[in-house]
Every structure is written in C-alpha cells, then in structure tokens.
T-cell receptor, first 116, second 115 residues
Framework: AQKVTQAQTEISVVEKEDVTLDCVYE???????LFWYKQPPSGELVFLIR??????QNEISGRYSWNFQKSTSSFNFTITASQVVDSAVYFC?????????????FGTGTQLKVEL | DAEITQSPRHKITETGRQVTLACHQT?????MFWYRQDLGHGLRLIHY???????NKGEVSDGYSVSRSNTEDLPLTLESAASSQTSVYFC??????????????FGPGTRLTVL
C-alpha cells in the first residue's frame, strides 16, 4: 500500500530564510504521481505542483523549487527567501496508476510558520 | 467561472442523527472525492466516484455513504453521526475518468461537530 511521510510536523523560520519541507513516499508502482498542496490559514487547499515518476528534473517556480529523487523516494519542497504569506500547512500527496485511479494519499502535513 | 462548492460550511449535530453534506462542482469533472481532515492524520479518503452511478469506498468509509446521480453532485451522508466523525470535510474533483495524473480541485470545506 502507498504511504506518504512528512516527518516535520512544524517548522518556524524568520522571514527571508530558506526552508525545505521533506516528503518521503512508498509505492510498489513504477508509474505514479506526486503532488504538493498548500493550505493557508483560511483553510482552502491550493494545488502547487505535480510530478510524474518518469520526470526527475527539478522544477523552479519563482521562490519555490522541488527536488524529486527516485533513489531516495523523496519529493522535497524548498521555499527560498520565505515570506510571512508562506505561512501555511503544506501537504505532499501520492497518486498511483495501477488500480489507483486518481485517489490521493496524503502525508500528515507540515505547518510552516514564517515570522518577521 | 467553474467552481466547487460545499454546504453547509459549518454544522453542529447530535449523536445518532443523519447528516448530509453537499458537494457541487461546475467543472463537469468525472471524478469526485470526499476527504476528512483531522489533526495528525492529514487528509484521508472517505469515498470517491469516477462517474455517474459509480461509487467506491476509501480508507475511512465506515459510517459514511455517497451516491452519484449526476455529474455535478456527490452528497456525503453520515447515517448515524458519532463524535468520532467530528472533523473538517473536503470535497474535491478532477477531470479524466479515473486518470491518475490530474490535480484535484478542492471545495472550501465543511466543519462538522457532533455533540
């Protein structure tokens, strides 16, 4: 069965610091998809990125970057020069292709607090 | 603009009562999902549907049911509410029948309290 582990329950940083959120996953599938979602204090879930298991290229979007490493089953998320608006709960999720359809298995989330 | 809505946004009920949470999407998506969010557990899948008349159990389906009579709606029913079902409930949808790679779009959530 698939599993997603976000070992960091809560991280506190000072604004402008860089911060990395860890995500480790387990799956038996060779084809799968990984996602990151953001949940700000207002409560909605916002899609950030999708990565398929065949594409190990790192991705950068502004201050956000993602590092996917199949060898360590990790899909880590880095925020550069963090801002107060980055304060949120961040979820990593996994979708398998074999019989899994589009179901998502979520990690337990990492609460990021960015302070002035 | 297309959207996904949930109602009510907040609900307080008593143990043993039947409760139905509504989810309506105007994306015309085939796939719809219900999750519950609890501290320390993240989001867990309750039920899901890949199209009209299709429903499937998720990880934590006991005590819940769904039905899919049209593309737009997937109501979630708690047959006999229990205090353990106090939670925040999220509905989500995605396009492509059962396709693994599409992102899910989430509703605003319903906070349910069972006293």
């Amino acid at each position: 069965a698939q599993k997603v582990t976000q070992a960091q329950t809560e991280i506190s940083v000072v604004e402008k610091e860089d911060v990395t959120l860890d995500c480790v996953y387990e799956t038996r599938d060779t084809t799968y998809y990984l996602f990151w979602y953001k949940q700000p204090p207002s409560g909605e879930l916002v899609f950030l990125i999708r990565r398929n298991s065949f594409d190990e290229q790192n991705e950068i979007s502004g201050r956000y970057s993602w590092n996917f490493q199949k060898s360590t089953s990790s899909f880590n998320f880095t925020i550069t020069a963090s801002q107060v608006v980055d304060s949120a709960v961040y979820f990593c999720a996994l979708s398998e292709s074999t019989g899994g359809g589009n179901k998502l298995t979520f990690g337990t989330g990492t609460q990021l607090k960015v302070e002035l | 603009d297309a959207e996904i809505t949930q109602s009510p946004r907040h609900k307080i009920t008593e143990t043993g009562r039947q409760v139905t949470l509504a989810c309506h999407q105007t994306w015309n998506h085939n796939n719809m999902f219900w999750y519950r969010q609890d501290l320390g557990h993240g989001l867990r899948l309750i039920h899901y549907s890949y199209g009209v008349q299709d429903t499937n159990k998720g990880e934590v389906s006991d005590g819940y049911s769904v039905s899919r009579s049209n593309t737009e709606d997937l109501p979630l029913t708690l047959e006999s509410a229990a205090s353990s079902q106090t939670s925040v409930y999220f509905c989500a949808s995605s396009e492509g029948r059962g396709v693994s790679y599409n992102e899910q779009f989430f509703g605003p959530g319903t906070r349910l309290t069972v006293l």
